[in-house]
């Protein structure tokens, strides 16, 4: 019986991380040479930045759930990787030690979803990552328009191909 051995995995040329907290996704782009420091200083500089500010589409005051919590240094907060079983996430969550390993080198993918754990002011200890995610379908998504029939001789979406003969006049 033959067997054939896959090729090794080719390292990423760039890695595209994404960083989720509340309704916030913060998207890195990070050469591999790059270290977990310099990952989590990109994320701590998002964070800080103005942008970070909840925007809400009703006009309403943002809820506890929009507002993203204020940091003002690295050990404020952690990031994290979703513990998955069989592709999906179970809810636990493994902080990621920054240090300086190299992305190629410290088993991340080159498209992988990071999650921020907050630090409770007081205590100091890691509180659960919030966090939503997008939905699966378009809410917004428009009802197909409804088809008309053939006026005047022009057919319809249904009747396409399907012509009969005009008569001569």
Not at 83 to 89: C, D
């Amino acid at each position: 019986m033959l067997t054939f051995k896959q090729p090794p995995r080719t390292q990423p040329k760039v890695y595209l991380l994404q960083v989720k907290t509340h309704k916030l996704s913060i998207h890195l782009t990070l050469p591999p040479t790059a270290t977990l420091a310099e990952l989590k200083q990109e994320a701590f500089d998002a964070l800080t930045s103005d942008v970070a500010e909840p925007l809400t589409y009703t006009g309403l005051p943002p809820t506890e759930a929009d507002v993203v919590p204020r940091v003002t240094s690295l050990e404020d907060f952690e990031l994290c990787r979703a513990v998955k079983e069989k592709g999906k996430m179970t809810g636990e969550f493994v902080v990621i030690e920054t240090d300086d390993l190299e992305l190629k080198l410290s088993g991340l993918s080159g498209w992988e979803v990071l999650f921020v754990q907050f630090r409770d002011k007081k205590s100091g200890l890691l509180l659960p990552a919030r966090f939503t995610l997008p939905p699966i379908d378009d809410e917004e998504e428009d009802a197909a328009p409804p088809l008309r029939s053939s006026i005047g001789g022009t057919p319809s979406n249904t009747t396409l191909g399907k012509r009969k003969a005009r008569e001569q006049e």
